[in-house]
């Protein structure tokens, strides 16, 4: 009788650790969509590769795939400054309320699709609401507003994920608005910065910069390997265009709506060119995945599409 008891038992100790086990890998995922009424977009982009498209909100993360939308079911951190990357994102903010993390988070990096994250540099010192990183080469820029003894205010960027960084001089910069920070999928001395005078473009790291064109209001840019693409706001008139390097050629792109809201967020597929996500300030969200021939609406006013 004890024998047997004791072989019960140890039957039962197995089924607990393996449900355990069960519960832990089950804890974090991408599931149905709870709150499809969304605050706050600080970013999108095709994370760990894609082909799901995640944008960052002021509650977690949310994912776009061939089935729809779907939510992360916890880590609902406010990320700032947000970066898809080949191995996943870097960003920034505000930890979810009753975290154990520090507040400000400083800047992180997650490799699996938001589960945890590796805390770099600055954890519990700033939030960096401007920061890009090379979608392949992980050189990170950021402009810091919240200057501290180990990081004055300005341009800085590292190549080594946080561990040491330069500060530039953005020699050639002249712009008092400044609305995003790119950089260059691979080559991690180009970024580009997006102002109301146009775009400013470096290619040594932020030494020095050049306007590469002079449109006004540019709300938004992103780089892609031979080129990019950018939004600009004018006389109550939104445009999208891609233009390539080393010429002035710049093409429109038609956008899905005539009479739509500025376009705040671009990202492109970076395995499939033709595919590009734009995100308005109003929290409107469309795709394209023919150079906007046609165009899905995957968000309106800040809520997402069934």
């Not at 609902?76 to 930890?95: I, L, N, T």
């Not at 233009?243 to 899905?256: D, Y």
Request: some cysteine; aromatic content about 12%; hydrophobic content about 35%.
């Amino acid at each position: 009788m004890i024998k047997k008891m004791s072989i019960f038992t140890g039957l039962l100790t197995l089924i607990i650790v393996m449900s355990a086990c069960s519960s832990e890998s089950e804890t974090y995922s991408f599931g149905k969509v709870k709150n499809n009424k969304f605050d706050h977009l600080h970013g999108l982009g095709y994370i760990n590769g894609g082909p799901e498209i995640v944008i960052s909100t002021h509650e977690g993360l949310y994912e776009y795939d061939k089935d729809g939308w779907k939510e992360a079911n916890s880590e609902k951190h406010d990320y700032m400054g947000f970066q898809a990357v080949r191995e996943g994102f870097f960003s920034s903010g505000h930890p979810e309320p009753g975290s154990d993390y520090k507040n400000p988070l400083g800047l992180v990096k997650s490799t699996n699709r938001g589960a945890s994250f590796d805390k770099l540099a600055f954890y519990g010192e700033i939030d960096f609401h401007y920061l890009a990183a090379g979608y392949d080469s992980n050189a990170i820029y950021v402009l810091n507003e919240m200057p501290t003894e180990e990081m004055t205010g300005g341009l800085h960027y590292t190549l080594d994920e946080g561990t040491t960084w330069n500060k530039t001089t953005m020699n050639g910069f002249n712009s008092e608005f400044i609305s995003n920070l790119a950089a260059h999928p691979s080559q991690k001395e180009m970024i580009a910065i997006g102002s109301k005078d146009g775009i400013f473009l470096s290619r040594d790291y932020g030494e020095n910069f050049e306007l590469f064109n002079n449109v006004n209001m540019v709300l938004s840019v992103t780089l892609t390997e031979n080129g990019g693409y950018y939004s600009s706001y004018e006389n109550e008139t939104v445009q999208l265009k891609t233009f390539t390097f080393g010429n002035n050629q710049e093409m429109s792109i038609q956008l899905p709506n005539e009479k739509m809201n500025p376009i705040v967020f671009i990202a492109v597929n970076p395995d499939d060119k033709k595919e590009i996500v734009i995100a308005t300030d109003n929290n409107d969200i469309f795709l394209t995945k023919d150079v906007g021939a046609n165009w899905d609406a995957l968000a309106k006013n800040s809520e997402l599409k069934k």
